[in-house]
C-alpha cells in the first residue's frame, strides 16, 4: 500500500509536525487580524486541517482523517495556545516558522499525492490534489480573513511550484514504480528545499504580459 | 436511534424554525449589503443550510438532508419573501431576530452532535461537528458578502461559546449513556440561555496577550 | 439514462467548450487582479470546474469527473496559456466572451440537473443543483479573489434568472416524461437567449423594497 510509505508511528509524527507548523500560520494571521482566542483556533485548525479535509471529500475518504484522528484535532489547539501566550516571540521567529512550513509543504505533497492514487485516481489528479492538500488549508486561512489568498499573489516568493515538483515527482515515481521511503522523501525534501530557496532569493512567478509594471494591490498589504 | 432525541415531528418543526431564523439573518445582510432578490435567496439558503450541508458531507450522508427534504429548501425562500417586503420592521425587531437566532443556534448544535455520533464519529468530533453545524451557515454567508465572519471577530458577544458548550453537554451525555429528550433538551436550553446572556451583558472572549489595546478594525464596521 | 441526453462525443465537446469559456473569465479576473500566473491557473480551473465538483460532492459522485477526466484538468490550462499572451485581446474581445460564458452558462444548468436527477435526487433538488453548477465555478472564483460575488450584486445584469429558467424546464421535462436531445437542447437554447437579452438589455433583478435609490457600492467597482 503506497500511503505507508514511512512506518506508520514516522507518518504519523511527521503529519503532526506538518499540522502544528500550519497551525502556527493560521493563528499568527488570526493575531494579526485581531481576532479573538475562538478566531485564533478556527483559523489554526482550518489552516491546518483545510487541505486535507478537500483531499479526503474529493477522494471519498469519509470521515476524513482531520475527523477520525483525535491528535490531528488537538495539535492545532495547541499551536493556538502557544501563539496567545507567546505571538510576539512567535513572531520574532518568523524563519523558524517559514523553515516548518516549507517542511509541511513538502511532507503534505507527498502524502497527499499519495493517497490520493491509494484511492483509485489517476497520476495527474493524484498530483494535484497533493498539491491542493499543501497549500489548501492557507487558502481556507486567507479566505476566512477576508484576504486575497497569498497563494494567488504576485508579490509572494514561489510556494505553489515548490509543491507541483514535489507532487509531481511522486506521479513519475509511481509511474516507474520506484516509490519507496527514499524516493518520497527525496520529492519531500526537493520541495522543501525549493521553498527555502524561493524565500532566500525571492523568487517570484511571471504575470501576464504586459503586466509588470502595473502595481493594482499596493505590496506593503497584510497577507 | 440517537438522532430521533424528540419526536419525528417535533424535531421537524424545530429544524424548520431553526432554518427559518438563519434564513432571516442571512437575507438581512444581503439588503445591508445591496444585494438584489437573488442574491437575498442565495445569501438565506447558504445561512440557513450550509452547517448541515458541511456536517453531512463530512460524514458521508448524501445526498445531504438540505437536497434531500423540500421543506428545508423552501423555507429560506419564505424568508426572503417575508424581509424582502418588511425588512425595515424586521430589522426593528432585531432583539426577536436575536432570540430566535439562539433557539437555532442551540437546537443545531444539539442535533449536529447527535446526528455525527449516529454516522460513526467519536466523541470529540461528534461535538465539533455539533459546533460547525451550529456556526458554519453564519461563517459561508459572510465570506460570500465578503465581510470578516462575525465568528472570528473579537467585538462581538460570545458565539461561539454558548454552541461549543451545548455540544459538549450532548457528547457528555452519550459518554455516560444518559442522552434522552430531557437531558438534550437541557443542552440546547442551556446553550440558548448561554447566548441569550451573552447578548444581554456583551461578554466577549478575550484576544492574544498585549493586543487588547490595540483595534485593527473600526468596531462600527458592518458585520 | 438521462444523463446521455446527446451523444457521448457531442456532449463531451460541449462540456469542453463550457469549461474552457468559463476558465477564460477565471483567467481574466486574475489578470485584473493582477496575480501571477499560478494564481491564473488556479482561477481558471476553479471557475471552470468548480460548480461541477460541488454538485458531484452533493451527489456523492466521487471522485468528481473534474478529477477523473483529464481534458477537464488541462481544458483550463489551455485556457490560462492563452489569456496570458494574450488577455488585452481577449478583454477587446469582452463580446465574443460572454457570448460563450452565456452558452456554458445554459448547458451547465441543463446537464447539471439532469445528472443530480440520474443520481436520484427529487426535480426540485435536481433544478437547484443545476443552477448550482451552471453558477458556482463563478462565485468561487470571486471569493477567491476577494471580490463580492458577481452573481448577488444588483448592479449586475441578470445570470442567475436564465440558468433557473433551463434547469426548470428541464425538471419539467422529467416530470412530464418528455425529455430528450430536443427538448434539453431547447432547455439550454433559450437560458442562452435570455442571458444574451439579459446582456443587451440591461435586465436587472429588483432589491428589496424602499432600497431602490441607496448605492451602497460605486457601480464602477470591478467584479
Redesign the interface.
Known amino acids: 500500500m503506497l500511503q505507508e510509505l514511512f512506518s506508520p508511528s514516522v507518518q504519523h509524527v511527521l503529519d503532526l509536525v506538518g499540522i502544528f507548523v500550519f497551525a502556527i500560520s493560521g493563528a499568527l494571521l ?11 483556533a ?2 489554526a485548525e482550518v489552516t491546518a486541517l483545510g487541505g486535507g ?1 478537500f483531499r479526503d ?4 475518504a ?3 482523517a482531520a ?2 484522528d ?1 491528535g490531528y ?1 488537538v495539535t492545532p489547539l495547541l499551536a493556538t495556545v502557544l ?3 507567546l ?2 516571540q512567535v513572531e520574532r521567529i518568523q524563519l523558524g516558522v517559514n523553515v516548518f512550513d516549507a517542511a509541511g509543504l513538502g511532507l503534505f505533497a507527498v502524502t497527499g499525492t499519495a493517497k490520493a492514487y491509494d ?4 497520476l ?2 493524484s498530483a ?2 497533493g498539491l491542493a492538500t499543501a497549500v489548501g488549508g492557507g ?1 481556507l486561512r486567507d ?7 497569498s ?4 508579490d509572494r516568493d514561489l510556494y ?2 515548490p509543491a507541483i515538483v514535489g507532487a509531481a515527482m511522486v506521479a513519475l515515481c509511481i509511474r516507474f514504480d520506484v516509490l519507496n521511503p527514499y524516493t518520497s522523501g527525496l520529492a519531500a525534501v526537493t520541495a522543501f528545499g525549493l521553498r527555502l530557496a524561493a524565500l532566500r532569493f525571492h523568487w ?8 509588470s509594471s ?4 499596493a505590496p506593503d498589504q497584510a497577507g
Open positions: 488570526a493575531v494579526r487580524k485581531n481576532f479573538d482566542v475562538f478566531g485564533m478556527v483559523l479535509l471529500l474529493i477522494i471519498g469519509v470521515p476524513p475527523f477520525s483525535l484535532f501563539v496567545f501566550f505571538h510576539p484511492y483509485g485516481l489517476g495527474t489528479a494535484t490534489l487558502v479566505v476566512l480573513a477576508n484576504e486575497v489568498p497563494l494567488l499573489r504576485w505553489a511550484v517570484r512567478a511571471p504575470r501576464a504580459w504586459h503586466r502595473v502595481s493594482v494591490e
